[in-house]
């Protein structure tokens, strides 16, 4: 049997941190696979342990790395810092990238909350008991009393993801963050959840779904919501030393179950919710959030309403000149409204509630020759045709197409111009539906007149139907049907839904 070779360094800094100990605390340096390279040094036995660990570069090993652990840290500890050092660190220094701006690195930090001292220089962030400190190269991490944590004085190029993505492995590495996950999850039966560790405190764990994808059969997140709620009892008889808070989303919703020990007395989350809305009741475009009560404040991590590119009005068309349509009809305005043509759409998330499923092509077992779509899990806006609510498939120019562009909707009409020798005269035109305003922007190009009137009065049915289908999906339909036709709805003649 061949011997094992690794390539990679995590195997030889274990390997060294175990011998450096054994040996007293004696200086030691060790060639570890890949080139890279680890010096372990004590000034006294039992004292504090210095290592500065070098990167391969085109001109020999590059000091990537110096750090400076308490008595206090364990030794595997100690192994998976250095070994995350080079995992993060790029092997070739380049001291322009040495200094990231603060705020670069606090909007990436997936562990922690960043806060800044008055009169201090430097990034601040707080998890749990350890706090950690950037400064130009350095970073520190104090877990509670002063001599205790470790010291990094990092060597270039560190820029701000790597800086972030350190920050985060060592204070977990310090605080063993993923220990009551760990317990967690041996106690839990099989089910639609995962356990991990809490972005803000490490005495804490989160029981989340499995899947975190938009289910159309149960968009409100009822089902999980109740089987969260079943296991919360179930963890309450089995540890009575643990505190439970459920995560409520706006819809009422448990949509997870925080876990932690009560003797740390770990501060709750407060649920703050950012985003529009469409109206009072209505489910629309926003985004829940869970914050610590105790959460310092950052300048640049503001909660923005809508963090997103802001899309550009359309462009809209309109034909220069009528067209002949032999088959074109005449509707009067009267009272009907809009409904949508059957198809295979549901409702999902965001401004447009019409959604479809995003299928991928793969061989099907039962015919090999013939291919298959299956869905993938995502949706996406799907475009939808509507129609007046007073005939079933028979309006040629009274179809109306919707596709969806961010919170805006493009409406392409063909609008009746008259006739000309008996010739119905057709002009095709686009509106702009704005959800977010709930308004309808009609081109200017069209004429005053009866036929900007016509235009503006089916541009208000079509902001009508969208509405409805919107509260039909904040009233926790998967799918629409209020705002089918009665012919496709089933109902009985004469009956209005």
């Known amino acids: ?13 274990s390997d060294a941190v175990v011998a450096h100990r054994l040996r007293g605390g004696e200086r030691l340096r060790a060639e570890l696979p890949g080139g890279y390279r680890l010096t372990l040094r004590a000034r ?9 660990l070098a990167a391969p570069s085109p001109t020999g090993p590059a000091r990537i790395c110096t750090a400076r652990f308490s008595a206090f840290t364990p030794l595997p500890a100690v192994s998976r810092v250095l070994d995350a050092v080079t995992r993060y660190a ?7 990238d040495a200094h990231p701006p603060r705020e670069a690195v606090a909007r990436l930090l997936t562990t922690g909350a960043p806060f800044q001292q008055p009169g201090e220089p430097g990034l601040f962030v707080q998890f749990g008991p350890a706090q ?12 509670g009393a002063p001599g205790s944590g470790l010291s990094l004085i990092l060597g270039g190029p560190w820029d701000a993801p790597s800086t972030a993505r350190l920050t985060a492995v060592v204070l977990r590495e310090l605080t063993a963050a993923e220990e009551l996950a760990g317990q967690v999850a041996s106690l839990l039966p099989p089910g639609p959840w995962q356990i991990l560790s809490d972005q803000w405190h490490p005495h804490a764990a989160l029981v989340l779904p499995s899947s975190p994808r938009w289910d159309p059969e149960d968009p409100l997140g009822r089902r999980f919501s109740r089987a969260l709620r079943d296991l919360h009892e179930g963890l309450c008889a089995d540890r009575p030393d643990w505190d439970f808070q459920e995560l409520i989303s706006a819809e009422g919703s448990a949509v ?9 007395a770990v501060p709750h989350l407060l649920r703050t919710v950012v985003g529009g809305a469409f109206g009072r009741g209505e489910l629309g475009n926003t985004r829940t959030t869970f914050l610590p009560t105790d959460l310092p404040a950052f300048p640049c991590l503001a909660p923005a309403l809508m963090p997103r590119t802001e899309a550009a009005p359309l462009d809209l068309y309109v034909a220069p000149e009528p067209e002949r349509d032999i088959y074109g009809v005449k509707l ?13 759409v549901f409702y999902g998330p965001g401004w447009y509630p019409f959604h479809k499923h995003v299928t991928r092509r793969e061989k099907d077992p039962t015919a090999p020759l013939n291919d298959r779509l299956v869905p993938t899990g995502a949706t996406v806006p799907a475009p939808v045709r ?16 919707l596709t969806p562009v961010d ?56 902001l009508g139907l969208l509405t409805a289908a919107l509260q039909e999906r904040a009233r926790g339909a998967s799918e629409p049907r209020a705002v089918l036709g009665p012919w496709d709805r089933g109902d009985p003649p004469g009956t209005d839904a």
């Open 1 to 13: 049997m061949s011997e094992f070779e690794p390539v990679s360094p995590t195997y030889g800094i």
């Open 132 to 143: 950690a400190w950037l400064d130009g190269r350095r970073l520190s991490v104090t877990l």
């Open 44 to 52: 006294e036995l039992g004292g504090p342990v210095q290592a500065a």
């Open 332 to 344: 009067e305005l009267g009272g009907w409204r809009y409904v949508l043509d059957k198809n295979p």
């Open 90 to 96: 790029p092997a070739l220094p380049d001291a322009r």
């Open 256 to 264: 997870a179950l925080r876990v932690s020990p009560h003797d740390h």
């Open 386 to 401: 509507i129609s007046p609510d007073v005939e079933n498939r028979s309006w040629r120019n009274e179809y109306v197409q």
């Open 407 to 462: 919170h805006y909707v493009k409406a392409r009409l063909q609008l009746y111009a008259g006739d000309e020798q008996g010739c119905p005269l057709v002009r095709a035109v686009t509106l702009q539906i704005d959800l977010r305003a709930r308004r309808v922007r009609i081109p200017d190009q069209i004429p005053p007149g009866p036929l900007r009137h016509q235009a503006a009065v089916k541009g208000e049915r079509i």
